[in-house]
């Protein structure tokens, strides 16, 4: 194994299993001061591990490239791509949620961290255009719409990217549906990723839950 390759596992392994900030941070609870900007409950996660290694699914290949990170939170991602990797080239990241890309401003130092909505908001051109979480909930009256409306979003975020689209997806695949969360087969997603895209990689063994989607402008 390369001496760069053994440093990334060292790295990853630290991140995710052994840093021991992570139990600090699983066992706040919602009145102490720091539990909004480093639980993992209020942005949907039961522990900080879980949290991590989701959004590692959404970094294979990923070598310090500039990111955009949409739907970004408390642009944990940022943090993590810090951590396992070193510093992205640049980052730049939106959310929706005034309160979010506050906390993320302060959390990690950043400047580029937008308000708005990313389908109307003017956006920058990244390498790696990552979207974690932001197709999980369903969005429209009924299921082809929801389909269709997230067809439309990646086109979105492949015109905003210069090399790789990276996003995740809820499973239905012997999962309990729950209500208003959207579920898509994967296989039916590369099916027509494929058809419209050509360079598309769906992960789909990392979960039982959610699989990873990248698709790769080559």
Not at 41 to 56: D, Q
Not at 167 to 181: A, C, K, M, V, Y
């Amino acid at each position: 194994m390369s001496e760069i390759n053994t440093s990334l596992t060292k790295n990853i392994k630290k991140t995710l299993l052994t840093d021991t900030n992570n139990e600090k941070w699983d066992n706040l609870q919602v009145t102490d001061k720091d539990y909004i900007m480093y639980s993992p409950r209020p942005v949907g996660y039961n522990t900080t591990a879980e949290h991590r290694f989701l959004m590692s699914n959404l970094l294979i290949g990923y070598n310090c490239e500039s990111v955009l990170d949409i739907g970004s939170g408390r642009s944990d991602l940022y943090g993590l791509i810090v951590d396992v990797f070193g510093m992205p080239a640049n980052y730049h990241a939106i959310d929706h949620n005034p309160v979010m890309t506050d906390i993320a401003t302060r959390k990690w130092n950043l400047d580029a961290v937008q308000t708005g909505a990313y389908e109307t908001a003017e956006l920058p051109n990244a390498e790696w255009v990552i979207a974690s979480g932001i197709f999980t909930q369903k969005r429209c009256e009924t299921e082809d719409d929801d389909l269709q409306k997230v067809f439309n979003d990646i086109e979105l975020l492949y015109n905003l990217s210069t090399k790789v689209v990276s996003f995740n997806l809820l499973n239905p695949i012997n999962n309990t549906q729950h209500e208003g969360f959207f579920y898509v087969h994967p296989g039916l997603v590369l099916d027509m990723l494929i058809e419209k895209y050509q360079n598309v990689v769906v992960r789909n063994n990392y979960s039982k839950d959610v699989y990873t989607v990248l698709i790769y402008k080559f």
